[in-house]
């Protein structure tokens, strides 16, 4: 082909004059600078947080919490960096350590120290680090400046109390209490793997890993030996197991301890009737298919199986084997849930599997049997939780769609939320439920106000139950959440106490967020305990504050509201949260009272780059033929001219307005389009929310984007007569479904989607996992057999409506993709290629579902946007698109100069 090329680099179309951005590039998300790591003080009075970019070396910014004072350094931070007492300060930097006094504000540099490590808890005086020239490890009184050195420490811990510190050596531990300089060395057999202190940190169990294997050990503070546990052959411990690396940890109370056993691969002999060993026998009677087991066939010789050690007594319970796991949900300090494990979970809804959850006694090994059956309701009991005082277990039941109590001492049962007129579950799946499966789970497990009274997340509004059945129930958000579709959920249960006790807050408030479905806003409210409709406006405004979406996020390279949960200082009523929105970089700030913030961190790189500072973004909501109301998120950029109109690219998933307000960061793709990469070049993009029919999956996407292009009609700016989609995985899916059913859209590029969905009820994943459940009850939610019904098979497949197709289409799939099989872009790609409809597929070697080497990414990213511009904007086509890339060129050929001669366009 004749004509000249240009660079594309050339093309980067923007916005008209009110628009003088420059595009986002490569170099953009190299240079983005993102908050990183935060911490704050015990008091309350001090925030800090750690900034940087892939490019440029960390800095860690400490702040005053009023705003009177802050510092700058080079460096990072811990977890733990503020002292307990709240005095001291200590980060990293380079080759030194660094300590701030927080009363002087003066600071103390420790020339070749590696980091420092401090007790969570405690007094606040001492602190641990290693010298990195001599190989030492330093106890430093923070207090006084006095040191002491300890030789050939590999490992250090504080115990929870922040009152003694163990140093791991070789062939021992010392134990050592730096207050009275206390130390006991305890002997070692063998490399320490793991260890843990009681919360009283008076308790110590470490495991140790020898060439004979891993040992159990435990001592008490002013022993001055070891006390071995759960040695070969110890009652409790099943032949063939043993002890095995992995977290240890104490219960609460420190009367029991967690820990871990392997087992032994045996040595196994073949029959003298086996002719060979090539072959796989495939039985209907199977509980799990060939592939599955073949992959899955030393799971359970590498897989760890939790044991508890009841300390006073000795005893050994092993609390998993080959047949049961325990349920993490359900730990108490003398009572833990176990339940069966599945041989097949993604076939539970149809194989009949028996389930079975019990209660399982630490110290005598008593096992109680609360539930036992087969319903298709996966795992139908979920949502555990023991009181604070451990004499009753609440659970969501998944059958009765209730919340019970069982009182553990009696055996009584009560459905505690029966006689309640509200909905205490969802549905898991994303429309209708297939036919009679009627899966639900629980809304959150139970806050406790006491022993006798928990508060009940429903739907929408938040509830206070007295668990003896004596009180009314109590709706202490009084409706509110009903009535404006505002979900309420306690924040403090979920999150500041892993027993779901409720915190306190101000004048004996509960402090929740919450979410309007409508609005989308989010913010912090409060309720008072024992009185109904108490609930409490805080702050509710555009900001993405904290909140847990209801469909889990798939756009990507987004600030997810789920991620930054509010912090409590320990010992002061002051909050540390983030705030963020569509045009506003997360951000953290300080509050007291929810209603006022003051800002800490102050991350801009919009206007630092004079490139992308985000979006603003409009809900534009329209109505289904069912008279329903289905919502979408239009972004624009901040600064674009409103009287022209610009070409718009739809991306999805499943349901994405409910993130309306949060920050998409500048990125190349891996698998979705990158949002603001478009923004930035001229296009306004659309997200659209999709409502499923079981049955009529294709037909619910459809629906919902003719809806939504007839509203975007009305909108002056938008140019629907240029308009393409892009979705990836089962967003995939949904574009195929779009670019074979309807003419809207000029331009359609699918990542990794599923094309036949006939064939893919009939074929497993590269591990083994059955793809019929996707049709029965999952995303493709037909819930009928191909063979009786072929015909919604056939109306749910894009591949059998190419003949119908008038968009041009790109596909993204390779060949390693473990969840959605390289074949359904081979027939697409084949069924149009053979009628002669314009498809292009890009196959990247040894990437999977998604893109994720740089240099893949940036050719993904940088052929999609060549794609769109061609046929949104009336660009020249790239060589790769009209003259290809043979397989000889591949590696030398990029193909992604432009071709001038616009008249040989495919």
């Known amino acids: 082909m004749q004509g000249s090329l240009f660079l594309p680099g050339m093309l980067c179309l923007v916005m008209t004059a009110a628009a003088q951005q420059k595009p986002v590039d490569k170099d953009i998300p190299e240079q983005w600078v993102f908050l990183r790591e ?14 940087g970019s892939k490019r440029s070396p960390d800095s860690v910014q400490l702040q005053a919490t009023d705003r009177s004072w802050s510092v700058k350094f080079p460096g990072t931070i811990q977890p733990d960096c503020f002292s307990a007492n709240s005095g001291k300060f200590v980060f990293a930097d380079q080759r030194k350590l660094v300590v701030i006094d927080l009363k002087t504000r003066k600071t103390d540099s420790i020339a070749g120290a590696g980091n420092g490590l401090l007790p969570e808890n405690g007094n606040g005086q001492w602190m641990a680090y290693t010298r990195l020239d001599a190989g030492k490890l330093i106890l430093r009184d923070l207090f006084t400046g006095k040191e002491k050195s300890y030789d050939e420490v590999s490992r250090c811990l504080f115990d929870p109390q922040g ?13 050592v209490e730096p207050g009275s300089q206390r130390e006991y060395r305890l002997p070692v057999e063998g490399t320490v793997a793991d260890l843990s202190f009681d919360r009283t940190g008076r308790q110590l169990a470490l495991i140790t890993r020898a060439d004979t294997g891993c040992r159990l050990f435990y001592a008490q503070w002013g022993q001055s030996s070891l006390r071995r546990f759960a040695e070969e052959g110890a009652p409790g411990v099943k032949k063939e197991f043993h002890v095995r690396e992995g977290q240890i940890s104490f219960t609460p109370d420190g009367s029991s301890l967690f820990f871990y056993l392997g087992k032994e691969r045996p040595v196994l002999q073949p029959g003298k009737d086996v002719i060979t060993d090539k072959v796989n026998v495939w039985s209907y009677r199977d509980t799990e298919v060939q592939p599955s087991q073949l992959h899955r066939k030393d799971e359970e010789f590498t897989r760890m199986y939790a044991a508890s050690l009841h300390i006073a007594s000795g005893k050994i319970i092993q609390l998993e084997d080959e047949n049961r796991i325990l349920n993490f949900s359900g730990k108490g300090n003398k009572l833990v849930l176990v339940c069966n494990r599945p041989v097949s979970q993604g076939e539970l809804y149809w194989n009949g599997e028996t389930q079975k959850v019990s209660l399982l006694w630490l110290e005598s090994g008593k096992e ?18 023991f009181s604070p005082s451990e004499d009753k277990l609440v659970w969501f039941d998944a059958v009765s769609q209730q919340y019970n109590c069982y009182h553990i001492e009696t055996g009584v049962r009560r459905a505690i939320t029966a006689g309640v007129k509200d909905a205490f579950s969802g549905y898991l799946w994303r429309g209708s439920p297939a036919k009679s499966i009627h899966w639900h789970y629980g809304l959150g497990p139970v806050s406790w106000l006491d022993n006798e009274n928990a508060l009940i997340q429903a739907r929408y509004d938040l509830w206070q139950i007295g668990l003896s059945g004596k009180q009314a129930p109590l709706n202490l958000t009084g409706g509110y959440g009903n009535n404006n579709q505002v979900r309420f959920r306690v924040l403090d249960a979920e999150y500041f106490d892993e027993s779901h006790a409720v915190q306190r807050f101000g004048n004996n408030r509960v402090l929740l967020y919450a979410f309007s479905e409508i609005t989308k806003q989010n913010g912090f409210w409060a309720v008072r305990p024992g009185k109904a409709g108490s609930q409490e406006k ?8 904290y909140f847990q979406p209801r469909i889990a996020n798939n756009s990507g390279h987004i600030a997810e509201p789920d991620k930054f949960k509010p912090v409590r200082a320990k010992q002061a009523e002051l909050y540390m949260v983030r705030r963020m929105s569509s045009s506003e970089e997360p951000n953290i700030f300080a509050t007291r009272d929810f209603r006022n913030f003051t800002p800490i961190s102050q991350v801009s790189n919009g206007g630092a780059t004079g490139r992308y500072d985000g979006s603003n973004t409009r809900l534009v909501s329209y109505p289904l033929p069912d008279g329903s109301i289905c919502d979408g998120v239009l972004h624009t950029p901040v600064h674009f001219d409103s009287t022209q109109k610009y070409p718009v690219i739809f991306t999805y998933y499943e349901r994405h307005s409910e993130v309306k307000n949060a920050y998409r960061f500048p990125e190349v ?3 979705p389009l990158n949002i603001p990469w478009y923004l930035s070049r001229g296009y306004l993009v659309f997200e659209p929310d999709f409502y499923f029919t079981t049955g009529k999956t294709s037909e619910s996407v459809l629906v919902s984007i003719d809806g939504a292009v007839r509203q975007l009609a009305k909108i002056p700016f938008v140019d629907t007569a240029r308009m393409g989609v892009q979705g990836h995985s089962h967003g995939g899916y949904e574009t195929n479904i779009i670019a074979t059913g309807c003419h809207y859209f000029k331009a359609a590029c699918e990542g990794s989607g599923y094309s036949n969905v006939i064939s893919e009820y009939g074929s497993l994943r590269p591990g083994g996992m059955n793809n019929q459940r996707a049709s029965d009850i999952d995303q493709r939610n037909l819930a009928v057999f191909p063979w009786e019904k072929p015909e919604v098979f056939v109306a749910n497949s894009p591949v059998f409506h190419i003949g119908k197709m008038t968009t041009p289409l790109l596909i993204m799939h390779n060949k390693d993709d473990g969840a959605v099989n390289f074949s359904h872009a081979i027939e697409m790609y084949l069924g149009m290629r053979r009628i002669g409809k314009p498809v292009w597929m890009l196959e990247y070697d040894e990437e999977g579902h998604s893109v994720e080497d740089s240099m893949n990414k940036l050719d993904y990213t940088i052929r999609m946007q060549q794609f769109f511009d061609h046929y949104l904007k009336g660009a020249p086509p790239p060589v790769w698109m009209t003259r290809g890339i043979p397989a000889k060129e591949k590696g030398w050929v990029s193909g992604l100069a432009l071709e001038a001669d616009l008249s040989k366009q495919p």
Do not use: C, Q
């Not at 935060?38 to 900034?51: H, P, R, V």
């Not at 003694?164 to 134990?175: A, D, F, S």
């Not at 805080?538 to 504050?545: C, E, G, I, P, Y």
């Open 669 to 671: 793709s891996r698998a």
């Open 163 to 175: 009152k003694t510190v163990v140093l791991i050596r070789k062939n021992e531990i010392l134990w």
């Open 368 to 385: 109680t049997v609360l539930y036992e059956g087969n319903d298709p309701a996966l795992w139908a009991y979920n949502e555990f939780s």
């Open 538 to 545: 805080l702050v509710m405004d555009d900001h993405a504050w």
């Open 38 to 51: 935060t911490a704050l003080s015990a008091d309350g009075k001090y925030i800090a947080y750690t900034t």
